[in-house]
C-alpha cells in the first residue's frame, strides 16, 4: 500500500527566510508522482509544484522547489524568501499509476506553516 | 469564470434533509474527484469520474450519491447524513486521471 508521512504537524518561520516541509513516502511501484499542495484558512487546495519519479532534475516553481531524494524516498518541499501569505496548511501527495486509466493518490496528513512578521 | 467554481460554500443540514453539492470546472478538463477533509485526517478520495464514468468509489456509504451529467458538472447528493459527515468537500478536475489536479474552493458541511 502507498503511504505519504509528513512528519511535521506545524512549523514557524520568520519572514524572508527559508524553509523545508519533510516529506517521506513508501511505494514498491517504480513510476509514481509527488505534489505538493497549499491550503489557506479559505479551505481551497492550491497546487504548487509536482515532480515524476523518472525527472532527474529536481522541480521548480517560483519561491518553490522539490527537494527529490528518490533513494531516501523524500519528496521535500522548500520555500525561499517566505511571505505572510504562505502561512497555510501544505500538503504532499502522491499518484501511482496502475494503467488502463487506473490510479491512486494518497495525501499525507499535512503541515501547518506560520509565517511570523 | 475561470478554474473549478462550488456552490454553496457552506451549508448547514440536519440529519434528515436532502441537499446536494455542486462542482463546474472551467477548464475543459474530462476528468473530476470528489474528496472529504475531516479535521485532523488526511484527505480522503470518494468518487472519481473520468469521461463522465465513474471509475473509482472508495467505499463511500451509500447516503453520498455521486452525480456526473457531463464533463463540466459534479455534484454530490446528501441524504439522511450522520453528524460525523461534517467537513470540508473538495471537488477537484483535471485533464486524464494521471494529470495535475486543480481544486475547488470546497463545500463547508455541518450536519446537526
Known amino acids: 500500500a502507498q503511504k505519504i508521512t509528513q512528519t511535521q504537524p506545524g512549523m514557524f518561520v520568520q519572514e524572508k527566510e527559508a524553509v523545508t516541509l519533510d516529506c517521506t513516502y513508501d511505494t514498491s511501484d517504480q513510476s509514481y508522482g509527488l505534489f505538493w499542495y497549499k491550503q489557506p484558512s479559505s479551505g481551497e487546495m492550491i497546487f504548487l509544484i509536482y515532480q515524476g519519479s523518472y525527472d532527474e532534475q529536481n522541480a521548480t516553481e517560483g519561491r518553490y522547489s522539490l527537494n527529490f531524494q528518490k533513494a531516501r524516498k523524500s519528496a521535500n518541499l522548500v520555500i525561499s524568501a517566505s511571505q505572510l501569505g504562505d502561512s497555510a496548511m501544505y500538503f504532499c501527495a502522491m499518484i501511482i499509476y496502475s494503467g488502463a486509466g487506473s490510479y491512486q493518490l494518497t495525501f499525507g496528513k499535512g503541515t501547518k506553516l506560520s509565517v511570523i512578521p | 469564470e475561470t478554474g473549478v467554481t462550488q456552490t454553496p460554500r457552506h451549508l448547514v443540514m440536519g440529519m434528515t434533509n436532502k441537499k446536494s453539492l455542486k462542482c463546474e470546472q472551467h477548464l475543459g478538463h474530462n476528468a473530476m474527484y470528489w474528496y472529504k477533509q475531516s479535521a485532523k485526517k488526511p484527505l480522503e478520495l470518494m468518487f472519481v469520474?473520468?469521461?463522465?464514468?465513474?471509475?473509482e468509489n472508495n467505499s463511500v456509504p451509500s447516503r453520498f450519491s455521486p452525480e456526473c451529467p457531463n464533463s463540466s458538472h459534479l455534484f454530490l447528493h446528501l441524504h439522511t447524513l450522520q453528524p460525523e459527515d461534517s467537513a470540508l468537500y473538495l471537488c477537484?478536475?483535471?485533464?486524464?486521471?494521471?494529470?495535475?489536479?486543480?481544486f475547488g474552493p470546497g463545500t463547508r458541511l455541518t450536519v446537526l
Open positions: 477537484a478536475s483535471s485533464q486524464g486521471s494521471s494529470d495535475t489536479q486543480y
Open positions: 469520474y473520468s469521461l463522465e464514468e465513474r471509475v
